[in-house]
């Protein structure tokens, strides 16, 4: 699951409902397509080939709640719409750039997207933080890191597009789950969920943020946490809040302006993040080593700047994308990414986080990305043409 600067600011929001518009283009109008690296896509891209082949074929990916969808949208939705592009894909002879280009020129459609409430794409950026911890509790790492609770339910929205619910059952009806000041206050002790413990709960905090993590034990082993699930309560970003008690200025709001508040402000830290009561629960992964990266929405493994994570009632999960931005050094970003992953406040057709990978270098990066540009969808061709 994609953490994101906006998920911490929430600005950017659109103002009105979002709607979906496909304009046809050709590969030359993409910016940087003959220069990019797409040989790097294959690997991955065969991976998720692997898995959506063994799914039923009418399995939707997402992409259906918005009627403006174009029916090209809606036939790129379904898993088995990959299938013919897939078997090219396994065929190719190498990963060579020019081969894999001419593969992706044969088998996908580029149409570039747009939105009646955003004239431009929204970039951000997202990473797989590292943090001290331990498997006991003690002074030094007092604060529990949960597994998904079993009371914890997910069921579908009776009302046709909305997401789904998630609280727990009470008299056969699904209420809200605790609150994260409730479970700061132990409302979980005792029930066996705890994981491990880290630090600090500005440690915490950001680890859920960013949806997985490593932490790093004091034997110097790495344990690897993946989301498992969330409490279902609204997000509060508290860079918003921060904005609002003229704490931070709008264009001063990033993961490490948001993080230095918290440190130098111990005695109100607990309570600006008591206001987002949105709470993440993890799992352990014990199949990864440090130099894989955290399994996406489809259960794949990111790749680094070539993995986003994108608003699924708009785009499918899957999807090769085409994005051309800015990197927060100034320089363009014009490469093949696919999208693999989902974020909480990632919402809309123009929105799209890029996974920048782990360690100190990527999480710079990915907190100070917030660029504009472009998203090209590369669709799968009809058979007829």
Known sequence: MAGVLMLLSGCDVPAGPSSLTLRRITFP????????????????????????????????????????????????????RYQPACRAARAL???????????????FLPYEVSDQTIVKANFTGY???????????????????YGRPPDLVTVPNPVPGQPA????VEAGHVVPYLTRAEIDQG???GRKLEILWLHSPVDLFFLQVQGSGRVRLPSGQIVRLSYAGRNGQPYVPIGRKLIEQQQLAPDAVSMQSIRAWLE????????????????????TLDDLTPNDGPPGALGLELTPLRSAAVDRSFLPLGLPMFVETTLPSGAPLDRLVLAQDL?????????????????????????AMHSGGRIILLLPRQPSS
């Open 29 to 80: 109008d993409l910016i940087g397509w003959p220069q990019d690296h797409v040989g790097e896509v294959l690997v991955p891209l065969l991976a998720e080939c692997e898995r959506l082949g063994r799914l039923p074929v009418d399995t939707v990916l997402g992409g259906q709640s918005d009627p403006a969808d174009s029916e090209a949208v809606q036939a790129a939705a379904k898993a088995g």
């Open 264 to 283: 130098a402000h111990p005695d109100q830290a607990q309570a600006l993040m008591e206001q987002n009561p949105n709470y993440v629960f993890f799992r």
């Open 127 to 145: 990473f797989e933080p590292e943090f001290a911890g331990s498997l006991s509790e003690s002074p030094d790492f007092p604060v529990p890191v």
């Open 187 to 189: 409302r979980l002790r």
């Open 93 to 107: 002879p190498s990963r060579d750039d020019a081969v894999v280009r001419h593969y992706f020129e044969t088998w």
């Open 343 to 367: 974020g909480t406040d990632i919402v809309g057709p123009q929105r799209a986080d890029l996974f920048f990978g782990w360690g100190a270098a990527a999480g710079r990066d990915a907190g």
């Open 165 to 168: 619910i998630t609280g727990h």
